[in-house]
């Protein structure tokens, strides 16, 4: 599976914006595709999951109030809307993807930073 992640920018405080991930590839039926994001400084942090088929979905506890994670499946993309963004917020985000089996993400997209302005 190869990932593309796409949909960062600039925007202000209690703005929104809308990530995509688009992934090729012949099978997703078991796998899982996440949202991770990195701050400058900081450790990579989970933000939220999507299970491609049913489409069963986590999140972290600090970010599931302003967030939701879809996908589209003839798309084959993952969206992940942020609802009143936070400078905090500000990190690059990446997609990744594992198989249900394993909790080792082994397929990472290339990032898309996300700044919120105060």
């Known amino acids: 599976v190869q990932l593309q992640a796409s949909g960062g920018g600039l925007v202000q405080t209690g703005g929104s914006l809308r990530l995509s991930c688009t992934a090729s590839g012949r099978t997703f039926s078991n796998r899982i595709f996440g949202w991770f994001r990195q701050a400058p400084g900081k450790e990579r942090e989970f933000v939220a999951s999507i299970r491609w088929n049913p489409a069963l979905t986590k999140y972290a506890d600090s970010l599931k109030d302003r967030l939701t994670i879809s996908r589209d499946y003839a798309k084959k993309t993952i969206y992940l809307q942020m609802n009143s963004l936070k400078p905090e917020d500000t990190a690059v985000y990446y997609c990744?993807?594992?198989?249900?089996?394993?909790?080792?993400?082994?397929?990472w997209g290339q990032g898309t930073q996300v700044t919120v302005s105060s």
């Open positions: 990744a993807g594992r198989i249900l089996a394993s909790n080792e993400y082994d397929a």
